[in-house]
């Protein structure tokens, strides 16, 4: 998904004279007095995965402000806000995915300059990057990447509290494992059942899982970047649910075209089980739980 999102043009010259003006009075942004007095590291997470990670992390150590928590909002079509360049302008640590999926968070960043806060992104933090597709949350060795580089930030930020930092990092880490372990259940009752995708986003666990995705890569990059799947993929995409090559079709419920709805609607049709699932964390869930609850419905979708 390395489709820009859109951002105002007068956003960015009304931001940059608060600036300005800030500079010339004398008074520069500064994280809130309210967290500093407090100890507390003000973090800024672009997405709400990771801010949930950071908050898992740091405890009572940090405040902790998600800007993308939507899951009925496609993140691409995502503007932002004077408000979220607020809270980026009083953050210490920042974390983003990069790649071309969060730019407008690029802009924030260029809008407050401070060579004083830490800015993470994940595209130069994981180990694993599949071509063409910056859905690293959705990888779980990802994840133990990120979480590591969090727990590091944050101990830079304020070593005083090292030791609870890291014990939250173990305690995070174990808890990942339910998810690996319902990973490699599944791979060892469906390896090798085909499945469609409607696009790239869960190809970081139905790889490790193995499945046979069938729906054509250029369908599932083009429905990922915005774009219209070139005539022959659609076509071969239909024809897999029309013949029942697939056994379920997974289903982005956050990136929504008129072409996905139709084979979504052909599915059902077909009695073919949809697994939808999301770009963004749902409100009420952990990261864990929102990946487990995902792997659960695919499951039972699968044969159970």
Same mark, same amino acid.
């Given at each position: 998904m390395n489709r820009t999102t859109t951002f105002c043009v007068s956003f960015v010259l009304i931001l940059s004279m608060f600036f300005a003006l800030s500079a010339c009075s004398g008074e520069a942004p500064s994280v809130s007095s309210t967290a500093a007095a407090a100890g507390v590291i003000s973090v800024v997470a672009a997405e709400n995965f990771y801010g949930d990670i950071a908050k898992q992390l740091g405890g009572s150590h940090v405040s902790v402000t998600s800007i993308l928590s939507d899951p009925n909002i496609d993140p691409h079509e995502y503007e932002s806000s004077v408000q979220n360049a607020l809270a980026v302008t009083h953050a210490q640590l920042v974390i983003q995915n990069g790649d071309g999926y969060d730019t407008w968070m690029d802009k924030l960043l260029a809008a407050s300059p401070n060579p004083q806060r830490t800015v993470l992104v994940a595209a130069t933090i994981v180990i694993n990057k599949l071509p063409d597709n910056p859905h690293y949350w959705y990888g779980i060795d990802n994840i133990q990447s990120m979480a590591k580089a969090i %727990?590091?930030?944050? #101990?830079?930020?304020?070593g005083a509290d090292k030791a609870g930092f890291e014990a939250n990092l173990t305690t995070f880490l174990q808890s990942l494992a339910p998810i690996q372990q319902k990973m490699d259940s599944i791979k060892g009752k469906y390896i090798g059942t085909p499945v469609g995708l409607t696009e790239t986003i869960f190809l970081y666990q139905s790889a490790p899982m193995g499945l046979q995705v069938l729906t054509p890569f250029n369908f599932e990059k083009a429905i990922a970047e915005g774009n219209d799947p070139p005539a022959d993929s659609v076509v071969t995409a239909n024809d897999q649910l029309t013949n029942h090559k697939i056994k379920v079709l997974i289903y982005n419920e956050q990136t929504v075209t008129p072409i996905t709805t139709n084979l979504q609607n052909l599915a059902k049709q077909l009695n073919i089980p949809i #697994?939808? #699932? @999301?770009? @963004?964390?749902?409100?009420?869930? %952990?990261?864990q739980q929102w990946m487990l609850d995902q792997l659960n419905v695919l499951l039972q979708a699968l044969g159970g």
């Open positions: %727990t590091d930030a944050l #101990v830079k930020l304020n #697994v939808p #699932v @999301t770009e @963004t964390m749902p409100v009420g869930k %952990t990261f």
